[in-house]
């Protein structure tokens, strides 16, 4: 007798991402109101679940297609709530906030059918950049809490992953582009030469 499969969307990883979406709200009102103690460590346990949830998925052999879909999505609806906020409370330049959601718009529109349909894949890049903004902008809400004269570094930091944001962003939406060509490429016959 065989166990019963688990649906696809019922795993632990996923439940993980489902709590980066529920935390997104209270993390939002925090730096709205002025980032505080409470602020960073929400922020701190909302940054960590991208880690989390993937370190478990591989550790638990739960990956999921559910899993591969939604994790993005709560990558990219966080950061620009985060984002949103920091640049309403005054933290955070709306030049970047403008930035951000344009490249992910343009990611959206022009590589999620990609994406989707498994012809590419997380890059190293993307991976960096993420790392890398979820940083700056973590460090952005500490610095404001306890340190505000550190304020213009962690900007600094933060530009730096909207660079990498950009890059990562042009990346997907070439490989993604190409990516049809290269399967059509694949199907077709040899060449007779």
């Excluded at 632990?12 to 209270?26: E, G, K």
Aim: proline share 7%; hydrophobic share 65%.
């Amino acid at each position: 007798m065989s166990a019963p499969s688990r649906p696809d969307w019922a795993t632990i990883p996923n439940l993980v991402t489902l709590l980066r979406f529920a935390l997104l709200a209270p993390v939002c009102v925090l730096l709205l109101d002025g980032p505080a103690t409470l602020a960073v460590v929400l922020m701190l346990v909302w940054a960590s679940t991208d880690w989390v949830d993937g370190l478990l998925a591989r550790a638990l052999d739960q990956t999921s297609r559910t899993g591969a879909i939604i994790d993005p999505i709560a990558d990219r609806v966080g950061l620009a709530a985060i984002v949103l906020s920091l640049a309403v409370a005054g933290l955070l330049p709306w030049a970047a906030l403008v930035i951000i959601v344009v490249v992910d718009v343009a990611m959206v529109v022009l590589a999620t059918g990609a994406a989707l349909g498994g012809r590419i894949s997380v890059s190293w890049l993307g991976k960096i950049r993420t790392f890398v903004l979820m940083s700056a902008v973590f460090l952005l809400v500490a610095v404001a809490a306890w340190w505000p004269s550190l304020i213009p570094a962690a900007q600094a930091l933060l530009w730096g992953g909207v660079v990498l944001h950009v890059l990562s962003g042009a990346d997907y939406i070439l490989r993604a582009r190409r990516a049809p060509a290269a399967a059509a490429a694949e199907a077709a016959p040899p060449s007779p030469r």
